[in-house]
């Protein structure tokens, strides 16, 4: 009888500790799907096993000699303060002021004396005195000089000329802080008489590639390289010059000299004093940015009156009417836009996008899964809006012309302005627009009052010289588009019109039109703008060189933010660690952002262009702000095991202290009992 009261009170007993075991094993369980079942009781933490960095912070000096009894205080100081704002016994106010500065963690802490080993992180010092001012905030660069004249017996000269170059470049980096460190090199092309497969003897045997840039997404990385030509003749050296320098869309700076090999002191000196300078000067382009960064472009194109392009008489209206001009306007504003924005935009996507990431054993440059377009681009060609008549003023008979006032005042009173940015907290946007006028106020140019000029195109959110633009309104500017009829294409004698023909007018005259936009995005990175001329000859591209500079104009500002971002999220994971859902995928995501920033200053550590660097920045960047918004990382909102204790307490405390005091007593009698029965026995 005493066993089976002892079972009884034991299967009680094991029943309710099954029973609340399940119950937490459900709360707990991680398969919940977060938006099909509730909240789980228990924040997932499976992350904290694959973290590659440390998010404590920084060690103190004082660490080390408080001991375990300063531990012990400050451990006291903290349940205190949390003791006195749980009983509202400390003001919000005071409680504020009083809160210890937070340290910065030791991942940032260690990242920042990488940065501030190298000589482009300091102060410059005046005379002796105290360091007051910042120096260069640019990386250094390497670049590797190369004479394919110079045999391996004359190495000795590759060397000295190295020398003096670099000479040359350390001192217009003293005068001019713009100008980064520039480090000569010459270990990899000691004794080379070959350029691209072909034998260079003479200075006019030497061609550049035919190449025009280098991919930057895809090869190996690479420095860039000085070509120095010697003996050159009058034919290839112009302007009755002693030397020439010459940088094409890639990497390659070529010099080109009449100087000879035997010339080795004069050739030293000339490099050393003028065309070290010359070659920063065209190699750095772009001035410094305050943080400008190009997130998106909107190009809306705005038509008077489609209707007045179809002009009567033109032998069958019935076969342009208004949708064929806007279906021909649609198809050439959108092939326009591609073939003269798209490769701009492509350029600055490697820049802003971190589309790339670099192997441990070898530099390598491969595709990255961060962002396919880091600047997005819309188009619209869907708005009707007429020119009122009081702006409109003629020139000719044939001409008509627009105030910039007057355009301006009428395209922002149909413009919707901002408040705020509506794009990334990391980027700006820029739209523009373009505007075609009806036949009757075609061609129409825009008079520009304050230079007595006609032009096509105004600006209205102007660049600043340091790059970035001096007031937020949009649209940021307008060009007008002159299109032509459909009667200039009918053709009498086949009583049709060419559309292919029509179709191919409308695209050049919007792409020349585009050329303005081109301008406008160089100028706002800080690039000198050139003539529309110019720009069509050259392509719609940016070259190496004035991507490097955008590229360095950038670094210090977002390796900064990247640094600022990173210490608040490790900031964050230290303090709230034990009640943060911090599960595999955000830790991935956080263990590629901080091994992309030491990729970045890896590479800068070992002087590569910056353009690869500041990429892997923003690929850093792009990481951190998604593990911020990630869904997964974040603190359960309804229950944590406080909770599961004061809900699950009451009910089963009452049932299970009585159970277990019962059955400790059972467990005393049977035991009471058997004895006795033994000593019966």
Request: net charge negative; charged share 20%; aromatic share 8%.
């Amino acid at each position: 009888m005493a066993g089976t009261r002892l079972a009884i009170h034991a299967t009680f007993v094991v029943e309710l500790l099954v029973l609340v075991a399940a119950s937490f094993f459900y709360a707990s369980n991680q398969s919940h799907d977060h938006f099909l079942s509730a909240e789980p009781f228990l924040a997932e933490q499976s992350g904290w096993k694959i973290l590659v960095e440390d998010v404590s912070p920084a060690p103190s000096p004082d660490d080390d000699t408080s001991g375990i009894v300063g531990y012990a205080g400050k451990c006291a100081t903290v349940v205190m303060s949390q003791l006195h704002s749980l009983m509202g016994m400390e003001s919000e106010k005071s409680g504020y002021h009083d809160r210890p500065m937070r340290r910065s963690s030791a991942f940032v802490q260690e990242l920042r004396q990488k940065i501030a080993e190298h000589h482009f992180a300091g102060h410059d010092n005046d005379g002796g005195g105290e360091s007051t001012t910042q120096t260069r905030s640019l990386p250094p660069l390497k670049v590797n000089l190369r004479m394919p004249q110079v045999k391996e017996s004359t190495s000795t000269i590759l060397n000295s000329i190295a020398e003096a170059l670099e000479r040359g470049f350390q001192s217009q980096s003293t005068q001019r802080p713009n100008f980064p460190v520039v480090m000569v090199g010459t270990s990899e092309f000691k004794a080379a008489s070959q350029f691209n497969g072909h034998v260079v003897d003479t200075c006019d045997d030497f061609h550049l590639p035919t190449q025009p840039k280098q991919n930057f997404s895809h090869g190996e990385l690479k420095f860039p390289e000085i070509i120095v030509l010697m003996g050159c003749s009058s034919a290839t050296i112009p302007n009755q010059q002693l030397t020439s320098v010459e940088v094409n869309q890639g990497d390659l700076i070529v010099v080109r000299t009449k100087l000879a090999v035997e010339q080795q002191n004069e050739l030293q000196h000339h490099l050393e004093k003028e065309i070290a300078n010359e070659i920063l000067l065209k190699i750095f382009v772009a001035s410094p940015s305050k943080g400008y960064r190009l997130g998106s472009v909107s190009i809306k194109l705005i038509d008077e009156n489609p209707t007045s392009h179809v002009a009567e008489g033109s032998g069958s209206p019935s076969d342009f009417t208004s949708k064929t001009h806007f279906d021909i306007i649609g198809k050439a504003l959108s092939s326009s836009v591609q073939s003269t924005i798209g490769p701009l935009l492509e350029d600055l996507s490697f820049v802003y996008g971190g589309k790339i990431e670099v192997d441990d054993n070898a530099p390598i440059m491969s595709q990255g899964s961060v962002s396919k377009d880091a600047i997005s681009l819309e188009i619209h060609s869907s708005a009707y809006l007429s020119l009122p008549d009081d702006i409109v003023e003629s020139e000719t008979a044939e001409t008509k012309s627009v105030s910039s006032e007057g355009l301006a005042n009428w395209i922002y009173a149909h413009s919707r302005q901002r408040r705020g940015s509506i794009s990334s907290s990391l980027s700006d946007d820029i739209e523009w627009v373009l505007f075609v006028p009806t036949q009757d106020n075609a061609p129409l140019t825009v008079h520009d009052e304050s230079i007595n000029k006609e032009g096509e195109s105004i600006t209205l959110s102007l660049p600043t010289l340091d790059g970035g633009r001096s007031n937020e309104v949009y649209p940021n500017g307008m060009s007008i588009v002159n299109l032509p009829s459909f009667s200039e294409y009918f053709h009498s004698s086949t009583d049709n019109a060419d559309l292919n023909q029509v179709y191919q007018s409308y695209k050049d005259r919007i792409s020349l039109s585009l050329v303005y936009l081109v301008g406008y995005i160089r100028a706002i990175h800080g690039l000198p703008t050139t003539s529309i001329q110019s720009h069509a000859n050259r392509g719609h591209t940016f070259s190496f060189w004035e991507l490097e500079s955008i590229a360095r104009s950038h670094y210090a500002y977002s390796l900064e933010l990247a640094f600022s971002e990173a210490d608040a999220l490790l900031a964050v994971l230290y303090q709230h660690g034990g009640t943060l859902a911090f599960p595999q995928e955000v830790a991935h995501k956080l263990n590629n952002a901080t091994h992309l920033l030491r990729q970045s200053i890896s590479l800068i550590e070992q002087g590569y262009p910056t353009i690869y660097s500041t990429s892997l920045l923003h690929g850093s960047l792009q990481y951190l702000e998604s593990v911020q918004n990630d869904y997964k990382f974040h603190e359960l909102p309804y229950f944590a095991p406080d909770h599961y204790l004061a809900v699950f307490s009451p009910l089963v405390l009452p049932l299970l202290l009585p159970m277990m005091v019962g059955l400790i007593r059972e467990i005393k009698r049977f035991q009471k009992l058997r004895k006795k029965k033994d000593l019966m026995s």
